[in-house]
């Protein structure tokens, strides 16, 4: 089993930023792949970014440019930088750990003013 820990939501006014945290424990693999989702109310959950251990990186067409993935190995730590946030980035962003199947944070809620 996986868990998964979410820091760094909460309330900014478009245009400003927020950074996100994941923390990974329990049963870790090195090559697994980590990300964030978010979804927004009455929405599907959505990808935005994904980050592979050796730093490959792919961003949703929405947030390129704006967000920036990061990952930390060693502490098994996953961050998502999101600048020149607008209200349209408001949902609940998830962060997923994926090896053999799917692992899930219990979420955290960006929202964003105008």
């Known amino acids: 089993q996986v868990q998964l820990v979410e820091s760094g939501g909460g309330l900014v006014q478009a245009g400003g930023s927020l950074r996100l945290s994941c923390a990974a424990s329990?049963?870790?693999?090195?090559?697994?792949?980590m990300g964030w989702y978010r979804q927004a109310p009455g929405k599907q959950r959505e990808l935005v970014a994904t980050v592979t251990s050796g730093g490959f990186t792919k961003y949703a067409d929405s947030v390129k440019g704006r967000f920036t993935i990061s990952r930390d190995n060693a502490k098994n730590t996953v961050y998502l930088q999101m600048n020149s946030l607008k209200p349209e980035d408001t949902a609940v962003y998830y962060c997923?750990?994926?090896?053999?199947?799917?692992?899930w944070g219990q979420g955290t809620q960006v929202t964003v003013s105008e």
């Open positions: 329990g049963r870790i693999f090195s090559n697994a792949v």
């Open positions: 997923n750990y994926k090896y053999w199947g799917d692992y």
